[in-house]
């Protein structure tokens, strides 16, 4: 079992940046693949990026794309999302997510830091 601890989040104008750190506690976080997802007031969760357990394979929304990194310190039990010219629409709680390889769900969660974009 594995607890998620965001920290991060942040009032930020457009165009800025924010990079979000989650911690991992409980052992073997190499064997989790980590995700960040964020959920908008009054729209459903959504996918924002995942990293294989050794940080080289990501994926990302096709709104993020270009925009946000993610990464992990595996060392650090840490996974990261830096999020560069940031849009209004990009204001919401962001989570990250663990699960096993054998899993396609996330059964491991934080409990989400907010994220506030200001035009």
């Known amino acids: 079992q594995v607890q998620l601890v965001e920290s991060g989040g942040g009032l930020v104008q457009a165009g800025g940046s924010l990079r979000l750190s989650c911690a991992a506690s409980?052992?073997?976080?190499?064997?989790?693949?980590m995700g960040w997802f964020r959920r908008a007031p009054g729209k459903e969760r959504e996918f924002v990026a995942t990293?294989?357990?050794?940080?080289?394979?990501?994926n990302y929304a096709d709104s993020v794309k270009g925009r946000f990194t993610i990464s992990r310190d595996n060392a650090k039990n840490t996974v990261y999302l830096q999020m560069n010219s940031l849009k209004p629409e990009d204001t919401a709680v962001y989570y990250c997510?663990?699960?096993?390889?054998?899993?396609?769900?996330?059964?491991?969660w934080g409990q989400g830091t907010q994220v506030t974009v200001s035009s």
């Open positions: 990293i294989s357990r050794s940080g080289g394979s990501t």
């Open positions: 409980g052992r073997y976080f190499s064997n989790y693949v």
């Open positions: 997510a663990a699960r096993m390889l054998t899993r396609i769900e996330y059964d491991y």
